[in-house]
């Protein structure tokens, strides 16, 4: 029976999965929104996954990643589990020759990681501005009644693209709106709008980082060709954009459960057969130390319930073996 190896991230806005055998090839992958609802969305897309997957496949391994990678962790097992910086950046390695700069912007954060020799040497992250993000178009792009899949294609468009403040969410939808009720076309608005989250993106997360060729470009907002060619024009090289640029952190996870798989004989994962069973959350303040911790009681029908959340690991170890 062929191995094969299951890669999750679990994010703000959407969630992956990236299946990949022995040989490091993706097989399969899926893409689904988040919509505020991570257990859900990790649910939808184990099951989306096994429809998808050849019959009498093999889990050898399991990664997860991302925000919420404790959760699916604890819900459907995982053999490692990893921050974003790591799996993005082992995930560029594998689909670009001499990557030296990873460029990941999401919906809710930004990210640049340096590799040198093969080697994560540096990061940066942006989880406070959203101008930096893709939430930011998102917005913009609901506002100008453009689908965000067509911003690409308008700012081509573009004759002469106008500055859209964009240090600033808040003031770059000011200045936008200015912009509007100044007459300027919504082709140079959108391409403005591109460029001022990429000035936002290079003069905060990129500052003082040594970007050097190649530089790989992944994430949803990598999607928008209006970036792409901001990034281009402002930094005067090719940025090269993946295959497979939306589910880079599950490809990246399920490359590190293949290596970590080395180390074990049997995976943590618990199979398909948990999508059958109904999960319930449960919310509980523990109030036993300065610590002040938010639980999250799990429920998996009537399996031991799982806990997760302390600093502690009190009540974590209340969960019985399954």
């Not at 560029?92 to 990941?104: G, I, L, P, R, Y």
Request: aromatic content about 8%; charged content about 20%.
């Amino acid at each position: 029976m062929s191995r094969y190896y299951l890669g999750i991230d679990v994010g703000s806005v959407s969630t992956n999965l990236a299946l990949i055998d022995e040989n490091e090839k993706l097989l399969e992958k899926v893409y689904l929104r988040t919509m505020g609802n991570p257990i859900q969305a990790i649910q939808k897309g184990f099951s989306q996954m096994h429809e998808a997957m050849p019959l009498h496949v093999s889990i050898c391994g399991i990664g997860a990643t991302g925000s919420g990678r404790e959760l699916a962790a604890v819900i459907f097992g995982a053999d490692v589990v990893k921050n974003e910086i790591t799996a993005h950046g082992i995930a560029a390695m594998s689909q670009v020759e001499n990557v030296q700069t990873v460029f990941e912007i999401g919906g809710q954060d930004s990210k640049i990681i340096l590799i040198r020799g093969g080697i994560i040497t540096d990061f940066a992250m942006n989880t406070v501005c959203a101008a930096g993000t893709g939430s930011f178009l998102d917005r913009q792009a609901a506002r100008l009644g453009i689908p965000i899949e067509e911003f690409g294609s308008f700012a081509f468009k573009s004759l002469h693209p106008v500055r859209i403040a964009g240090r600033c969410a808040v003031f770059a939808e000011s200045d936008m709106i200015h912009k509007q009720q100044m007459g300027c076309s919504a082709e140079d608005i959108i391409f403005g709008l591109c460029e001022a989250l990429v000035r936002n993106y290079l003069g905060n997360v990129g500052k003082s980082k040594g970007i050097r060729e190649k530089v790989v470009f992944q994430g949803g907002v990598a999607a928008n060709a209006g970036i792409v060619k901001a990034f281009e024009d402002a930094l005067k090289i090719k940025i090269h954009v993946p295959l497979h640029y939306d589910v880079m952190g599950a490809i990246g996870a399920a490359l590190l459960a293949k290596e970590a798989s080395t180390h074990f004989t049997v995976s943590a994962f618990k199979g398909f057969e948990f999508l059958r069973r109904e999960c319930r959350t449960k919310g509980i303040n523990c109030n036993d130390c300065s610590n002040a911790c938010e639980i999250v009681q799990i429920s998996m029908d009537n399996e031991p319930d799982i806990y997760w959340g302390d600093r502690c690991g009190k009540w974590r170890s209340r969960r019985q073996p399954a």
